[in-house]
């Protein structure tokens, strides 16, 4: 089964938490904090793998979790580093965020890439030991990984993509030109998946060549199996348009050519503007008559055009030279830039954002930033709390309190942590 579209939840490993640990040996009195560091969470890491052609293995494994880093130890002994989890899948896999779009990988090369980044590890108690606070009993816990719903889209790697109605001879004209072997049969979308062919051109010189299954009218809506695959030529550098010239099946050449242009144009306007290689083929089934029409209706909107017929191979070699020729002249295939995330608006001063609404008296904070601050205050420590009140103070969230008209007594809810306010 030919699987071209999947969706999938990843997530990286959290890192480990600092520990809170003091130094204990004989003779040695007041040692001291010695909590060390926690490990980094593993990243979910996406690399092509040549011996793939579907993304099929993911209809049936959609969680992928990444291990958590481990927590600090004393003796200032940071954790282990938690190793990546690295998702196979073919060549030319787009990683996309389900939600908005976003393109986060165009996996297009064998080099790895890091989709999800694990969590950094958290501090241990030994780095918040001062002058003035020598026996810190907290540490910073670790951050969290990055966890995404993904789409994987596959989009194949091929240089030229062979576009036409159902049975004009795609198939058959990859399959004399290189090693594929489509299935070839006198009867409609015989093509179920998109076929790759490796055309050789010279010593050392060559092209990947791909047979997309037939398109029909209202294929960029849905209809047929076109749509299933039209985005396997956004990739390609030049598309070949087979026509059937003979008109062997009561349609007439001409109306062919701009039915699958309008179904092009319809799905991308980029693709329908690539660079285009008319081909009449069956010539051997139609009269001279046929192919000079539509010579000069091609040739008259500027097109290269190109009459062969690829079953007895006639004109199959003047075709490909000329394509290998303006191949050479075009970019190389189409690469997608990663989109960076949206920001939020820092606020005036640099400082992070947060929301505060008041329900039943109750000041509710949300600032999912304070979530690593929250989680390193020990509640039962004095020293502990003192810090987390100069984060809260620098922040700006006690001025957007006192602005609000907050009360001693008024109770403070940040990340489901209800206190007193406190002058």
């Known amino acids: 089964m030919f699987v071209d579209v999947a969706k999938i939840r990843i997530k990286a490993g959290d890192g480990g938490n600092g520990a809170v640990s003091f130094h204990r040996e004989k003779y040695v009195a007041a040692g001291g904090p010695d909590g060390g560091d926690g490990g980094r969470g593993g990243n979910v890491v996406f690399q092509a793998d040549s011996n793939l052609s579907t993304l099929?293995?993911?209809?049936?494994?959609?969680?992928?979790?990444?291990?958590?880093?481990?927590?600090?130890?004393?003796?200032?002994?940071?954790?282990?580093?938690?190793?990546?989890?690295?998702?196979?899948?073919p060549l030319g896999t787009l990683v996309k965020e389900a939600e908005t779009g976003r393109i986060l990988a165009d996996i297009s090369t064998v080099e790895p890439v890091v989709v999800a980044k694990g969590g950094k590890g958290g501090w241990g108690n030994c780095h918040f030991a001062t002058a003035t606070r020598q026996i810190p009993r907290f540490a910073k816990p670790g951050l969290p990984g990055e966890a995404f719903e993904v789409t994987l889209e596959l989009k194949l790697l091929a240089d030229v993509g062979l576009v036409g109605f159902p049975n004009v001879g795609k198939s058959t004209l990859i399959s004399v030109v290189s090693e594929a072997k489509p299935k070839i049969a006198n009867y409609h979308f015989t093509t179920l998946t998109p076929v790759l062919g490796m055309v050789k051109v010279a010593e050392g010189k060559s092209f990947v060549m791909a047979d997309i299954p037939g398109l029909i009218e209202g294929a960029s809506e849905g209809v047929g199996l076109g749509h299933e695959f039209l985005r396997h030529v956004e990739r390609c550098r030049l598309n070949v348009h087979i026509v059937d010239v003979s008109g062997s099946e009561g349609r007439d050449p001409i109306e062919d050519f701009e039915t699958i242009n309008r179904e092009l144009q319809n799905f991308d306007a980029e693709l329908a503007s690539r660079p285009q290689i008319?081909?009449?083929?069956?010539?051997?089934?139609?009269?001279?008559?046929?192919?000079?029409?539509?010579?000069?209706?091609?040739?008259?909107?500027?097109?290269?055009?190109?009459?062969?017929?690829?079953?007895?191979?006639?004109?199959?070699?003047?075709?490909?030279?000329?394509?290998?020729?303006?191949?050479?002249?075009?970019?190389?295939?189409?690469?997608?830039?990663?989109?960076?995330?949206?920001?939020?608006?820092?606020?005036?001063?640099?400082?992070?954002?947060?929301?505060?609404?008041?329900?039943?008296?109750?000041?509710?904070?949300?600032?999912?930033?304070?979530?690593?601050?929250?989680?390193?205050?020990?509640?039962?420590d004095y020293e502990s709390l003192q810090y987390f009140q100069r984060v809260l103070i620098k922040s700006g969230i006690i001025e957007e309190l006192e602005r609000m008209g907050i009360h001693e007594g008024d109770t403070v809810s940040i990340l489901n942590f209800e206190f007193d306010y406190i002058k």
């Open 56 to 89: 099929l293995d993911f209809r049936y494994k959609r969680r992928f979790v990444a291990q958590n880093g481990e927590n600090g130890r004393a003796g200032r002994c940071t954790g282990k580093s938690a190793p990546d989890l690295v998702i196979r899948v």
């Open 278 to 380: 008319v081909v009449a083929n069956k010539c051997d089934m139609a009269s001279q008559e046929q192919i000079d029409a539509f010579r000069v209706y091609i040739e008259g909107k500027g097109l290269p055009f190109y009459p062969i017929s690829a079953a007895t191979r006639q004109g199959v070699d003047a075709l490909i030279g000329a394509v290998a020729a303006q191949l050479d002249q075009l970019p190389p295939i189409r690469q997608y830039e990663p989109e960076p995330a949206p920001q939020p608006e820092p606020l005036e001063g640099g400082k992070r954002p947060f929301t505060i609404r008041v329900e039943d008296g109750v000041y509710i904070v949300e600032a999912d930033w304070l979530m690593s601050s929250l989680g390193m205050v020990d509640m039962e």
